[in-house]
């Protein structure tokens, strides 16, 4: 009976997710076309609503190709390792307090741990492939989310510090009436930074990067396997923006029947996941591809000891009161915004500048010199286009 | 790699421009059975409603092309969307004067996509060598290297004309037409 329940539970989690994952690939085609001055799907079913359907059947029916010299164990296996622990991670996720798959003592550590095996199956994808722009994206993939993972984590230690538990739905039932984005600014904000590079999205989509890599770690991927990855990726997004609104944007709480512990918690719940979904693609519209060693430089030398600091802030904030909390706290997130708005700045200055190097001593013409710039940020949000 | 040796799969421009719609037999894909039939119906839907061309072009029509990606031509209305890799791509756009030392490279991004794949033929150059036919290195037509599904006239198309070829491509899917490469190899082989 409990081993039906079980199954039962499984089925109708992997569900709900799901039918989220395809919602959330029509919602980024459409919003990203309108934020494109675009309309997106229109001709699949209600406004394209049915185009990830088509897709991805279309995408079972092609040749499944395994290319000669490829390693091929680790090659077949890599879609799957990538799919499942994206799934998996739902075993600890509450979507209400009574609808839960497990409600772990350690919730947010068995997510964060389940969440670190998907660097892997990338890092199979690129070593298997026998292409360099797989091993590259790769290595890339392995690079970024392994140095994004620590001030995540640190990140999510002053939530857990203030919750005094790492269970999901106490550390939403601890959030009633103030969420820990009002006392975590400066965390919420790194943990969203964080959240980007994990889940691959522009500014960070260094494994994919279309317009250096082909597909990236994508490449040699044909057919149901390269679904898997695709499919993979958007139950991240969705994953880590579940997330986000669990942590900081107080999960199933809310103004009109928060707390709730039934649908329309969930509704809440949802509701704060598609912001926060939408917030991941307004930044994908409108930011460029970063390089990888300014990617690296800004997880180590901005988020990490902005997370340690914030990690502090919240020691003293639990032994004083919430003002001091959340006045230091601002100070820090100013600090930080502060301070990537300033590199920002100075990136600009830098190109300017070199750019005036370049030019003729009348100043009026521009000679093209290759070798001296090794790509000044390159890449384009609209990722559809190019030759 | 010379086009000598690309000489067999040469397909005549009738042969390609003919569709197999009045050819039931063809069209029927003679597996249909009990479970099929609707399987293939709905894979029928899903290839006609959703189509990659490959983000490919060797001259100036591929300007056109990548216009039609732009919001002003949007076809990504159509679930046409442009994909990077060959492996993930269904259909090639080729877009331009294709030289004899671009023919090779061509024939394999061909051959690294995954069936069932289809060719648009876009402007002059690719159907027929267009004006630089007497040149001593262009290929007269791109269907003498591989079999092409799509013929778009024009120096260059209009990006309209490219949406109605793509879209042509998308109802024969849809109405569960072969490919010129399946037909093709239905008539050499006799298997798709």
Known sequence: MIALKTLLGVVVIAIVVLVNTIVVMWCERKWLGHMQSRQGPLRTGWHGALQPFADAIKLLGKEDIVPANVDRPLFLIAPIIAFIPSLLTYAAMPWIESFVGASLDVGIFMVFAITAIFPVSMLFAGWSSFNKYSLIGGFRAAAQQVSYEVPMAVAIAGVVMLAESMRISDIVNAQHGLYYIILQPCAAILFFIAMLAEINRTPFDMPESESELVGGINTEYSSMRFALFFVAEYINVFTWSLIFSLLFLGGWNGPLFGGWDGPLGMVWLLLKTYAVIFMVFWVRATLPRVRIDQLTALGWRILLPFALASVFITAIGVFTNNFVLIVLEVIATAALVWLIARIGERAGEARRSEASARRCSDGSAIIPDPGSSPGSASGTSHTEVGA | ?192
Not at chain 2, 137 to 142: A, D, E, L, M, S
Request: glycine share 8%; hydrophobic share 40%.
């Open chain 2, 1 to 192: 790699m010379g086009l000598s040796d690309s000489a067999d799969t040469r397909l005549s421009q009738e042969g390609a421009a003919t569709v197999a719609a009045d050819d039931p037999a063809m069209a029927a894909d003679d597996r249909s059975g009990v479970l099929v039939a609707p399987l293939q119906t709905i894979m029928n839907w899903a290839r006609g409603h959703s189509m990659w061309p490959m983000t490919f072009g060797t001259a100036c029509c591929a300007i056109e092309m990548m216009t039609v990606g732009s919001p002003r031509y949007d076809t990504d209305r159509f679930g046409i969307f442009f994909r990077n890799s060959p492996r993930q791509a269904d259909c090639m756009i080729v877009a331009g004067t294709i030289s004899l030392k671009m023919a090779p490279r061509m024939k394999l991004l061909y051959e690294q996509m995954a069936e069932p794949k289809y060719v648009i033929a876009m402007g002059a150059c690719a159907i027929s060598g267009g004006p630089f036919m007497h040149g001593y290195n262009v290929v007269n037509g791109v269907d003498q290297i591989m079999p092409v599904d799509i013929y778009i006239p024009g120096c260059p198309p209009r990006p309209e004309a490219l949406i109605n070829g793509l879209l042509t491509l998308m109802k024969r899917n849809a109405a569960g037409e072969l490919s010129a490469a399946q037909r093709y190899r239905l008539e050499t082989e006799g298997h798709l």
